[in-house]
């Protein structure tokens, strides 16, 4: 299989670039979408600090349908447009949630989730597939390193 040690105080750069590699190399070939965010979602639950879940929700319909992913088990349909992940799937953007109690109509799967970050996933065709959605035990635990990296991981896997 595979072997991924993340470098010991590096910068979260470092860390993304060494996830982007691993996520890269445990997917390499495989074209089931399914099994790729399993293993995506289990890669990133184990490697990114402070984490209280990790997974992905799929599009189907007028819904997003929960996927594989790695924490407590969580609310298994979303409508597009309700809540974070509803809102990134509806406007095809990136949602970053410092405060998920600010955030007008957050569905709360866990009251440990203090902070939340959903990116949106497109096929090579361009078509919204699913949602990647991320929740940190901590505030404002999600920036615009993680989105950047979270963006450009998902394309090259699953846009690609
Ligand atoms: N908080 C999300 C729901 C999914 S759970 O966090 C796993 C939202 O508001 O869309």
Redo the contacts with the bound molecule.
């Keep these: 299989m595979f072997r991924f040690i993340p470098a010991r105080g590096g910068s979260k750069s470092d860390l993304h670039a060494g996830l982007r590699d691993a996520a890269l190399a445990i997917t390499d070939g495989e074209r089931d979408a399914v099994a790729n965010m399993a293993n995506l979602a289990a890669l990133l639950w184990q490697f990114l600090p402070d984490l209280n879940?990790a997974?992905f929700?799929r599009r189907i319909g007028d819904e997003?349908v929960?996927g594989p992913?790695a924490?407590k088990p969580?609310?298994v349909r979303?409508p597009v447009g309700?809540?974070?992940?509803?809102?990134?799937a509806a406007e095809g953007t990136t949602q970053i949630?410092p405060d998920?109690d600010a955030?007008p109509?957050?569905?709360?799967?866990?009251s440990r989730?203090a902070s939340?970050i959903?990116v949106p996933v497109f096929d090579a065709a361009g078509a919204l597939i699913a949602v990647f959605?991320v929740?940190g035990t901590t505030p404002a635990a999600f920036d615009e390193v993680d989105q950047a990296a979270l963006e450009q991981l998902l394309g090259k896997v699953f846009g690609a």
Excluded: N, T
Aim: net charge negative.
């Design positions: 879940w997974g929700y997003l929960l992913f924490g969580a609310c979303i309700g809540g974070v992940c509803g809102r990134a949630v998920v955030f109509g957050h569905i709360a799967c866990d989730s939340e959903v959605d929740d």
